[in-house]
């Protein structure tokens, strides 16, 4: 069990989420995409002769990384949720995360670029399971 799904579930509030399991993922995936794309965005940084080249990802890197974080966080807060605003934030997420994930793929196969691959992976994980923490809300 990770620290997540053990906080959530000492959580007092914790009986009134219809699917754990899925809040659980999409916070893990959220953190995890946070992390990954301020770490593309400086590896994108570090590649001296690309820069140029690189704005546009760095930029949807450090983006997405901000929208993971406070999505993570605010889906962390179980006490009296307001849904409209975490269906909101749950879309936000998506599209960054498919702008971010678009982009990097892009500089993984037209680049070679390790690290846009892993961050377009993330991305694409990220997307999945807000996707599917929205369907379970709509359930």
């Known amino acids: 069990m990770t620290h997540v799904q053990s906080m959530l579930a000492t959580h007092p509030r ?4 219809s699917n754990m399991q899925a809040l659980t993922a999409c916070i893990e995936a959220c953190f995890e995409c946070a992390q990954v794309c301020t770490s593309c ?18 930029r949807l890197n450090l983006d997405c990384a901000d929208v993971c974080s406070a999505t993570g966080r605010v889906l962390s807060r179980l006490t009296e949720p307001t849904s409209s605003v975490l269906k909101s934030q749950l879309e936000a997420c998506q599209a960054a995360c498919k702008a971010c994930g ?37 359930a």
């Open 41 to 58: 965005a400086d590896a994108c940084l570090g590649e001296g002769g690309h820069l140029a080249h690189l704005v546009r990802c760095i």
């Open 102 to 138: 678009d982009e990097c793929e892009m500089h993984a196969r037209d680049m070679d670029m390790k690290h846009c691959a892993v961050c377009m992976e993330s991305c694409r994980r990220c997307e999945a399971a807000c996707q599917a923490l929205l369907s379970s809300m709509a």
């Open 14 to 17: 914790a009986s009134s989420v």
